[in-house]
């Protein structure tokens, strides 16, 4: 079974970027999708972005559309998620799930919730 460790949050001013990374427990995550997540405080996880095992198509959801980038490379064991342009909205506990195909969502999630890396947006 695949499982995530994700690092790369911190605090950031709003308008400022950081870089996560979700690095797999198992060499090639080449058959897999791989999604991101966020959980704002006293919130639901909200899918934010998607990439499929395939040919590398990518998802996003509005509220990240044109400021996120995810991105993976081939035979590799990790997911970076690219943000820039942060908002004080941004702020969450960012989390990364594996299934086959995208979107991801709890009934296809082939992982459990791992412990996330905090984003903090603030001036």
């Known amino acids: 079974q695949v499982s995530f460790v994700e690092s790369g949050g911190g605090l950031v001013q709003p308008g400022g970027s950081l870089k996560l990374s979700c690095t797999a427990s198992?060499?090639?995550?080449?058959?897999?999708?791989v999604a991101w997540f966020r959980q704002a405080p006293g919130k639901e996880h909200e899918a934010i972005s998607c990439i499929s095992s395939s040919d590398g198509t990518t998802l996003y959801a509005d509220s990240v559309k044109g400021r996120f980038t995810i991105s993976r490379v081939k035979y590799g064991n990790t997911v970076w998620l690219q943000m820039n342009s942060l908002k004080l909205e941004d702020t969450a506990v960012y989390y990364c799930?594996?299934?086959?195909?995208?979107?991801?969502?709890?009934?296809?999630?082939?992982?459990?919730w791992g412990q996330g890396t905090q984003v903090t947006v603030s001036s």
């Open positions: 198992i060499v090639n995550l080449d058959y897999y999708a």
């Open positions: 799930r594996a299934a086959y195909n995208c979107p991801i969502n709890q009934a296809t999630a082939l992982d459990n």
